[in-house]
């Protein structure tokens, strides 16, 4: 039906492809959120964590967002 065919045409973002926000470089928050999602984001590091490397990731899409703003 069309509806399908609409539906299969969206493309969602993937959360494994998804390009997380940039830390601001001289950002002490940005920096420390960073250092964070490279811990537990590295497979080979004892730290490696995917879910907290996530919960990392959204927090420092909040923190970018919510400049000024919170
Ligand atoms: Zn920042």
């Given at each position: 039906?069309?509806?399908?065919?609409?539906l299969?045409?969206?493309?969602?973002?993937?959360?494994?492809?998804?390009?997380?926000?940039?830390?601001?470089?001289?950002?002490?928050?940005?920096?420390?959120?960073q250092?964070?999602?490279?811990?537990?984001?590295?497979?080979?590091?004892?730290?490696?964590?995917?879910?907290?490397?996530?919960?990392?990731?959204?927090?420092?899409?909040?923190?970018?967002?919510?400049?000024?703003?919170?």
């Amino acid at each position: 039906m069309a509806t399908t065919a609409v539906l299969r045409s969206v493309q969602l973002p993937d959360p494994m492809v998804y390009r997380p926000p940039e830390p601001d470089p001289g950002c002490a928050v940005c920096a420390e959120l960073q250092r964070l999602i490279d811990l537990h984001g590295d497979p080979h590091g004892d730290s490696y964590d995917p879910s907290k490397a996530i919960d990392h990731r959204i927090a420092l899409a909040r923190h970018k967002a919510g400049k000024g703003a919170e």
